[in-house]
């Protein structure tokens, strides 16, 4: 070959070359990282609040279970892990591997851990309300069997996804063999967050009374249990849309990285509102006290007023009338995940509207 053929032919290849790069600049930096990023930072942002709901749990409820509080444990275990891992991830992405076009369709095996790390955390969670609409239920195994097995399935296909990633360490890979797994686990932690939400907010509506203030209180836990189950379910939804139609962005990646962080929240939330629904139930009724008087039909009589003559000649008894009022303490436990509310004072039965005294016994 001559000179100027192979000159000509080194600068078509540089110019492939620099074409290449170029391209492949604009995928690393416009499609992987800003995902994983902005979920990651977010992610953080969120653990942040798990850390505040620990602190405020672990100084309000000093005095609940033992079991409870493990679970409190576990869960911010899990979360520190967790955003360990996410900042491995980001390290990876935007330092370690910076410029390194080779790794762009690489799995991180701390992006494979993540995934199964947020399993954990939301089978712990989805358990932790089952357990609760199993007392509500009064142990109704018909109802709480086929959720906890549904939790079971979400956790196995994350795990058996978590498994995959390591082993392959390739997205087209990964995508061409086992992507209807992570479907899968996606799609049914989507379906026990629906079925937990409604089954909650059906148990704890049948629990309407003929009292004001109980039937407040339940509006306040129905709209709590609808707001706190749907939050995260949105969240997986929308992850799980992403991976279905916008999995060349790692859009639901970066989704997905803040489930983690919405499940514990979501269940210490529940924890730390109970004494705030508490206060809301009792409301201005709060710490009264209502006594028993007596009353007597004529005046009081003084040591003044008594002599000999009346003692002796007075043939009628005297006439005593005693109107008693009574106070009614009502013991009420309604449960919504671990949110009991007792031993409530309802005052006078005559300011909490129509309707018979309904004792509302849940979670014993």
């Known amino acids: 070959m001559s000179r100027p053929a192979l000159s000509a032919a080194r600068s078509i290849a540089a110019a492939t070359l620099q074409s290449t790069n170029a391209s492949n600049t604009e995928t690393v930096f416009n499609h992987a990282p800003p995902p994983v990023l902005v979920g990651g930072l977010v992610a953080l942002f969120l653990s942040g609040v798990v850390f505040m709901q620990v602190v405020l749990f672990f100084q309000m409820y000093q005095n609940d279970r033992l079991q409870t509080k493990a679970i409190v444990l576990a869960v911010w275990l899990l979360d520190i892990t967790h955003s360990a891992f996410v900042c491995t991830a980001n390290w990876e992405n935007l330092i370690a591997d910076y410029g390194a076009y080779s790794t762009l369709d690489e799995i991180q095996w701390s992006i494979a851990l993540t995934i199964a790390l947020t399993a954990l955390t939301t089978v712990i969670v989805h358990c932790f309300f089952i357990h609760r609409i199993w007392k509500l239920s009064r142990h109704n195994w018909y109802i709480t069997v086929p959720l906890i097995l549904l939790a079971l399935l979400r956790v196995a296909s994350a795990l058996v996804t978590t498994i995959e990633m390591l082993r392959l360490r390739s997205y087209p890979l990964f995508i061409a063999q086992f992507s209807y797994i992570f479907t899968l686990g996606l799609a049914t932690s989507a379906l026990v967050d629906i079925l937990v939400t409604s089954i909650l907010c059906y148990y704890i509506r049948k629990g309407r009374a003929g009292f004001a203030r109980i039937n407040h209180m339940i509006d306040v836990l129905t709209l709590y249990t609808v707001e706190n189950g749907m939050l995260t379910c949105i969240a997986t939804a929308l992850s799980l849309f992403f991976w279905l139609f916008m999995r060349h962005n790692f859009a639901f990646l970066g989704?997905?990285?803040?489930?983690?962080?919405?499940?514990?929240?979501?269940l210490l939330a529940s924890l730390n509102a109970r004494k705030s629904l508490v206060?809301?139930?009792?409301?201005?009724?709060?710490?009264?006290?209502?006594?028993?008087?007596?009353?007597?039909?004529?005046?009081?009589?003084?040591?003044?007023?008594?002599?000999?003559?009346?003692?002796?000649?007075?043939?009628?008894p005297l006439q005593v009338t005693i109107d008693v009022e009574r106070t009614v303490q009502h013991d009420t436990v309604i449960e919504l995940g671990s949110m009991p509310v007792s031993e409530v004072d309802l005052g006078n039965p005559r300011d909490s509207g129509s309707g018979s005294l309904t004792d509302v016994k849940r979670g014993r």
């Open 255 to 266: 989704m997905h990285l803040a489930i983690n962080k919405l499940y514990a929240n979501s």
């Open 279 to 316: 206060s809301r139930m009792q409301g201005s009724g709060d710490g009264a006290r209502y006594p028993l008087p007596v009353m007597l039909a004529n005046p009081p009589l003084s040591p003044r007023n008594f002599s000999h003559h009346d003692l002796s000649t007075n043939k009628q």
